[in-house]
């Protein structure tokens, strides 16, 4: 049995993930040795991901990680996809197997762990979801399958959201909108799967207005983790979910594809916790405030 992995992740901009931290802690309470390693990378083209990616096969890792901006792009560029990111048509987690590269989608598992204790505390309704790219696919895919009220789709590309839209036709009740306030009129919760409210960006997806307490407001992002959006919500009195579920299940999940190990999820979680305690105290000591 190994007791060495060489992991990482793919992806603009990373500097501020905790991943390493989740994944060398939990390997180190299993036991076992992981280096984690940031592979950060502005603007890749189609051949500058198929060049890394033949370095993922060829150099040893057991799997890494793909963030925004590459989710989609580097489907097409892999060997084989699981059920779950072939339906979803968007990959996460890339396991080496015998040389060949495997996709999968974490991010799906994971936002069903993370929503499903809020959605058994609120009622059941409409939901609005903003972005429909990487892990807006992966989270309209888990909220499906969680059997939730219609998902109204808005993404400022429209083309994407009708290709969502398609995805999950004959699977779930879905409707793609051409606004915020259409997908979020009426709803009962709402989720943020774009960048907006990432640092540095300070803005939020959803004005305030169509805020209000009967509502759940969750985002996908995490730094800071509590975005402009969440910040609004919980000021109107919205239930609230932080990225950081989302981000703790989503990483252990990618480390058992990894490692054939299961993880600890609250040595996960201390181990995000002391990154993002960490990232708060340097950003306050420099004079800024991450939330």
Known sequence: MRDRFLT???GYPIAHSAAPAMHEKAAAALGVRCHYQLIEVKGAGRDDLRAMLEGIRRLGFAGVNV???YKEAVVDLIDSLAPDARAIGAVNTIVVDDARLVGHN????????????LLASTPRGPIALIGAGGVGKAIAFALAGLGVGELRIFDADAAKVAR??????GRHAVRGVAGVEAAVDGATGVVNA??????????????????????WVADAVYTPLWTPLLLAAKAKGSK????RDLAIYAAADAFELFTTMMPSTDVMANAFDAVMAARYSVARLRGGDIK
């Open 8 to 10: 990482g992740l793919i």
């Open 67 to 69: 963030t925004f901006p």
């Open 106 to 117: 974490t991010d799906a598992s994971g936002f069903v762990r993370a929503i499903t204790p």
């Open 164 to 169: 969502l839209a398609g995805q999950l036709a």
């Open 194 to 215: 774009t960048p907006v409210g990432m640092l540095p960006n300070r803005d939020s997806p959803v004005p305030d207005a169509l805020l209000h307490p009967s509502m």
């Open 240 to 243: 609230v979910l932080t990225g």
